[in-house]
């Protein structure tokens, strides 16, 4: 990693694009360039700005600059037995930790852990006016102010640049082990449910279609009680299964067709679909490959207490012009989100376009 | 204190009541001065104002009406759950209508399956789990005021109590809000699933103190209640130690529930008030709560036990059952009346801070005790760094109260100086609208401004309170010159 503080150069650059008007489009890995829509505009890159700056272990928080590479925070983290909770996807090799705040992406352990923007306890960032605040800080109890770090934790950088992160971390777990039992759709819905209601130190689950995969986590003595208790074969290898799903590399996820994310009740019956589906968060998150038009797809989520999101458009769509990714939010709440991107941006030069047109 | 602006252009007070009395029934009006009486504080109680009048509306159309009323004439509206805040969130507004969510009272569902319950602001915190238990669930959060506070000044303010190191804030346990804007439409917020599309408005609206909007309805995430809990008892002859085996615990890999310091002062009061039998001659003392699965918790006691005594506590206990579980407990439960036993006044500050930095903040606040000629008790919620010095004093001693206060400033900018922050979980309010203009620079309150701009354009929602105006800081900054520089030089000076 080679540590840099480019927060002056970011500023000045915001600042020249606010006096012109012109936008900018955010980047530091591209590594999640795939989810949202395009932004046509001149790049901000935001990825030689790295370094770790602080990290205390025992105060169990690290703040690091936006551009540095997810992988060197794991590293740094895994030396003192910790981890990011709320285990976030990559997505390719040059994944930053600021495009992770950005997009607010979790992985498997979200359902039991938290989301990424439950881990975020401070920013530093350049508004759209191309000032430097800072938000939040690096203690976990902190009411002062609007919770401004994590307003802007899963905006894709339409209200700022994130220049410095500051993260509540975990312990890694003392052990783990991931259970596989074969089952139909309805089983494994009722079975994560019913296992939900009870304290079990689950904390990850998936459903393929056929298996259901549980992971444990805890003191070794409490899982191999939870391990008598459910049931089933253990999962070699279970460490690459759950990467796999997590960095979608699994077979679900091959092929050309979209694929959706839709997160809605966890208790929602099986979706009327013909196309597989994929199961994580204890039900509350369903993948699904389909031609399916968006607007079934935000119907059926919608139906469920949810949301749809376009997460990977297939090759053809890709090649078509814009459509909606994002769910279409009520008239009253995208008006309040328009006023917020002013408050933040009022001549819209950050990431225009990118979740929404609107904002 | 608060701007006369409002004055102008507001309607007189009694075509106001006519008007209101076309939105709601007569009891819910009040406007004589000894009906208003027991609404001119919340529990933050040297701050007192009378409002203009209280409504108590009971369903979201009447909410919607009287807030559109109050949009049409300009006449400023301050919400009020349960009234027990700290920070005078829910202080009235001359001008204005208190808006008391107190008649919003029904737990609305229990969804079991989905492990959530949707309540009506007005709800109590505690109410929630009681309902919840038949099913095996909880709510997490428990600010100390539990049993009296409203869940919808928990949204409001963001409340957490002992357990957050583990199961966080309220942030961290809702699902949905509807609330009302300042131009009275409904919005709902959040979804059913665990996460919304667009901006997360419900982390913007936690915590926002009534300024953004008005909260009707809370979707709250229940968990599962905890197989087993066991605490454990460790007495320190030095605050440091006692500090160092905090860390110690949580570079062991364990989240405890709950891990709370106590010094000599706040030991020997809680001793004297409920016997809960905890060494009068200790230094500190620290509680650590363990909760999870039986096996977790066996394996776990026995880890932090060994790193207590390897911490150089004087003495560990274990509590045996149940009865000795609360009893340990009872003694930090009731360390605030406790010490307000020791004297006529106490005031309770809430302060974070990194934890390394807490030997140098006791010994500054030591010393400041004996400048300011004021004992403090410190309760600490360690393992997150929220500090409860409570600054003993007082109000009838000509002086003591404005002294209390000058010594409490100094303890949130000590917080603010070791990187921490002014306000943990009780709000910033009324009561450390100055020390915001420490903790945040003039753009970052500028943008703060911004945002509520784009819910209130015109500051009718909870005016005055949570964040300063630059001008405040001025004149307050006037008085607080840091490092040299003098604060807000663009601005004028009076």
Redesign the interface.
């Given at each position: 990693m080679k540590e840099q503080d480019l927060s002056q150069a970011l500023q000045v650059q915001v600042q020249t694009a606010n006096e012109n008007k012109s936008p900018l489009q955010i980047r530091a890995g591209h590594s999640k360039a795939f989810l949202g829509h395009t932004v046509n505009a001149d790049i901000l890159d935001v990825s030689p700005h790295q370094g770790i700056i602080n990290y205390?272990?025992?105060?169990?928080?690290l703040t690091a600059r936006s551009g540095t590479l997810l992988s060197d925070i794991e590293i740094a983290l895994a030396a003192q037995?910790q981890m990011l909770a709320f285990e976030p996807p990559h997505f390719g090799d040059s994944a930053t930790l600021g495009g992770s705040i950005a997009c607010?992406l979790s992985g498997p352990r979200?359902?039991y852990a938290?989301?990424a923007?439950?881990y975020v306890l401070g920013t530093r960032l350049i508004?759209g006016k191309g000032?430097?605040?800072?938000?939040g800080?690096?203690?976990?109890?902190?009411?002062?102010?609007?919770?401004?770090s994590?307003?802007v934790?899963?905006?894709m950088g339409t209200?700022g640049v994130l220049l410095e992160i500051s993260l509540k971390v975990?312990?890694?777990p003392?052990f783990e082990t991931t259970l596989v039992q074969t089952v139909d759709t309805t089983t494994a819905l009722d079975k994560l449910?019913d296992w939900?209601?009870?304290?079990?130190?689950i904390s990850a689950s998936c459903f393929d279609g056929d298996q259901l995969m549980i992971r444990l986590s805890?003191?070794?003595?409490?899982v191999?009680?939870?391990t008598q208790k459910l049931g089933g074969e253990t999962l070699e290898n279970a460490g690459e299964f759950w990467r796999s799903i997590r960095e979608q590399r699994h077979e679900f996820f091959a092929g050309d067709k979209p694929l959706w994310r839709?997160?809605?009740?966890?208790?929602t019956p099986p979706l009327k679909v013909a196309d597989k589906v994929l199961y994580e968060?204890g039900g509350?998150?369903r993948w699904i490959k389909t031609d399916l038009p968006t607007q079934a797809m935000q119907h059926m989520a919608l139906t469920?207490?949810?949301?749809a999101?376009l997460f990977r458009p297939g090759q053809v769509q890709a090649q078509q012009q814009p459509q909606e990714i994002?769910?279409t939010?009520?008239d009253?709440?995208?008006q309040?989100?328009k006023?917020?991107k002013?408050?933040?941006d009022p001549n819209g030069i950050l990431n225009p376009g990118r979740?929404?047109p609107e904002l | 204190m608060q701007t006369s602006k409002h004055n102008q252009t507001a309607i007189q007070r009694s075509t106001l009541i006519d008007a209101l009395r076309t939105i709601l029934v007569d009891d819910a009006i009040l406007f004589e001065q000894e009906d208003l009486k027991p609404y001119e504080c919340d529990g933050l109680s040297a701050y007192r104002q009378l409002p203009l009048v209280v409504v108590l509306p009971e369903t979201i159309p009447q909410v919607q009406a009287i807030v559109k009323l109050c949009q049409q004439h300009e006449i400023p509206v301050v919400a009020r759950g349960a009234g027990t805040g700290l920070s005078g969130g829910a202080l009235p507004h001359s001008e204005g209508v208190l808006l008391s969510l107190a008649r919003f009272n029904q737990i609305l569902d229990i969804?079991?399956?989905?492990?959530t319950a949707r309540v009506q602001p007005g709800v109590r915190n505690l109410a929630i789990s009681e309902a919840a238990k038949k099913?095996?669930?909880y709510y997490a959060p428990d600010p100390s005021s539990q049993i009296a506070c409203s869940i919808g000044g928990n949204v409001a303010?963001?409340s957490?109590g002992v357990h957050?190191?583990k199961y966080?804030?309220t942030?961290?346990n809702i699902q949905q809000l509807k609330i009302i804007?300042i131009d009275g439409?409904?919005?709902?917020?959040g979804?059913?699933?665990?996460?919304?599309?667009?901006?997360?408005?419900l982390?913007?609206l936690?915590?926002?103190e009534g300024m953004?909007g008005i909260i009707v309805e809370i979707t709250v995430t229940l968990l599962?209640?905890?197989?087993r809990v066991q605490v454990l008892l460790a007495a320190f002859d030095d605050v440091v130690k006692a500090g160092e085996a905090?860390?110690?615990i949580?570079?062991?890999?364990?989240?405890p529930a709950g891990l709370e310091m106590m010094d000599k002062l706040a030991i020997q009061a809680a001793e004297a008030f409920v016997h809960a039998g905890y060494p009068v001659d200790a230094e500190a003392i620290l509680l650590c709560e363990l909760d999870?699965?039986?096996?977790?918790v066996?394996?776990?006691i026995l880890t932090v036990r060994k790193i207590l005594q390897d911490s150089g506590a004087t003495e560990v206990r274990t509590a045996r059952d149940e009865t000795e579980r609360m009893t340990f407990w009872k003694g930090r439960k009731a360390a605030f009346p406790a010490v307000g036993r020791l004297s006529p006044d106490y005031y309770c500050m809430d302060g974070?801070?990194?934890?390394?930095h807490l030997p140098r903040v006791l010994k500054t606040m030591a010393d400041l005790s004996k400048a300011y000629g004021l004992p403090v008790a410190n309760v600490f919620?360690a393992g997150?760094?929220?500090l409860h010095p409570l600054i003993l004093y007082d109000a009838n001693k000509p002086g003591e109260l404005e002294r209390t206060e000058a010594f409490g400033g100094k303890i949130l900018e000590l917080c603010v100086e070791v990187?921490?922050?002014?306000?943990?979980?009780?709000?910033?309010g009324i009561e450390?609208i100055n020390q915001?203009c420490v903790?945040?620079?003039p753009?970052?309150l500028t943008?703060?401004h911004?945002?509520k701009?784009?819910?209130d354009p015109k500051g009718l929602l909870n005016p005055g309170k949570?964040?300063p105006t630059l001008h405040r800081c001025a004149e307050f900054g006037a008085m607080h010159i840091h490092h040299g520089e003098l604060p807000f030089p663009e601005l004028e000076r009076f």
């Open positions: 205390e272990p025992t105060e169990l928080v037995n607010n979200r359902a938290g989301a923007r439950d508004n000032e430097d605040l800072h938000f800080g690096e203690v976990m109890k902190n009411v002062a102010g609007y919770d401004v994590r307003l934790t899963g905006a209200l975990l312990p890694l003392e449910h939900a209601l009870q304290p079990l130190p805890g003191a070794p003595t409490a191999r009680a939870a839709l997160s809605i009740a966890s208790t968060w509350a998150l469920a207490g949810g949301h999101t994002f769910q939010l009520p009253g709440l995208m309040l989100h006023n917020i002013r408050a933040f979740v929404y | 969804n079991v399956q989905q492990r099913f095996g669930l303010e963001n957490g957050c190191l966080g804030l942030v961290h804007t439409e409904l919005i709902e917020i979804a059913q699933g665990l996460d919304a599309p667009g901006y997360d408005l982390a913007l936690t915590g926002s953004l599962p209640i905890p197989e905090v860390g110690n949580i570079s062991a890999g364990i989240i999870g699965t039986n096996e977790e066996s394996a776990h974070t801070i990194p934890r390394k919620h997150d760094g929220n990187g921490g922050t002014i306000t943990g979980e009780h709000g910033v450390k915001m903790q945040f620079k753009l970052e943008q703060f911004a945002i701009a784009a819910f949570a964040v």
